[in-house]
T-cell receptor
Framework: QQQVKQSPQSLIVQKGGIPIINCAYE??????FPWYQQFPGKGPALLIAIRPDVSEKKEGRFTISFNKSAKQFSLHIMDSQPGDSATYFCAAKFGAGSYQLTFGKGTKLSVIP | NAGVTQTPKFRILKIGQSMTLQCAQD?????MYWYRQDPGMGLKLIYYSVGAGITDKGEVPNGYNVSRSTTEDFPLRLELAAPSQTSVYFCASSFGGQGYEQYFGPGTRLTVT
């Protein structure tokens, strides 16, 4: 299967909180896991990405945690701000030679002041 | 650089009409992609291209056609529009196909009635 399951569908946190968005996959041939951020009326933009040989990656306030044995990965946003309010998509690329990204269904995050 | 540009931004089609969604990039990227985004469903790949003259089907190609005569342009053709093609369409491009960042355009919102 080339499915990526994302949860929750929506998330509301207060400013300064740490929202966590989770994704799970079945196919162990996936070899690249990016997260995209999308603001209303805009196209998605790459936020951060990880490969399965790494357990954690940080870029600024954004961290991906990757659990290869559980086939799960998650996005954590430290010290969340109202400007982080957006829809977040996890994705996975299916193995060497593939150019296709399989996207999760998205999580709409609202950070309230 | 303008990045990835798409025209039109909005369009309403009647059932059975045809149209072409335009996409252009000025980053000299070899790889280009067309996605559709439906509410709560993430992004699904329609077609992709790894270079001028080379295109291939993605996950949901039925009802669409593409061509790639130049590196810069990747138009998407809808023949005999159907209500099921009501969606937001995003074009994207990347320097490479293996784990390289995909840059998305601003999208075209298409309604078929």
């Amino acid at each position: 299967q080339q499915q990526v399951k994302q949860s929750p569908q929506s998330l509301i946190v207060q400013k300064g909180g740490i929202p966590i968005i989770n994704c799970a996959y079945e196919n162990t041939a996936f070899d690249y896991f990016p997260w995209y951020q999308q603001f209303p009326g805009k196209g998605p933009a790459l936020l951060i990405a990880i490969r399965p040989d790494v357990s954690e990656k940080k870029e600024g306030r954004f961290t991906i945690s990757f659990n290869k044995s559980a086939k799960q990965f998650s996005l954590h946003i430290m010290d969340s701000q109202p400007g982080d309010s957006a829809t977040y998509f996890c994705a996975a690329k299916f193995g060497a030679g593939s150019y296709q990204l399989t996207f999760g269904k998205g999580t709409k995050l609202s950070v309230i002041p | 650089n303008a990045g990835v540009t798409q025209t039109p931004k909005f369009r309403i089609l009647k059932i059975g009409q045809s149209m072409t969604l335009q996409c252009a990039q000025d980053m000299n990227h070899n790889y280009m992609y067309w996605y559709r985004q439906d509410p709560g469903m993430g992004l699904k790949l329609i077609y992709y291209s790894v270079g001028a003259g080379i295109t291939d089907k993605g996950e949901v190609p039925n009802g669409y056609n593409v061509s790639r005569s130049t590196t810069e342009d990747f138009p998407l053709r809808l023949e005999l529009a159907a209500p099921s093609q009501t969606s937001v369409y995003f074009c994207a491009s990347s320097f490479g196909g293996q784990g390289y960042e995909q840059y998305f355009g601003p999208g075209t919102r298409l309604t078929v009635t």
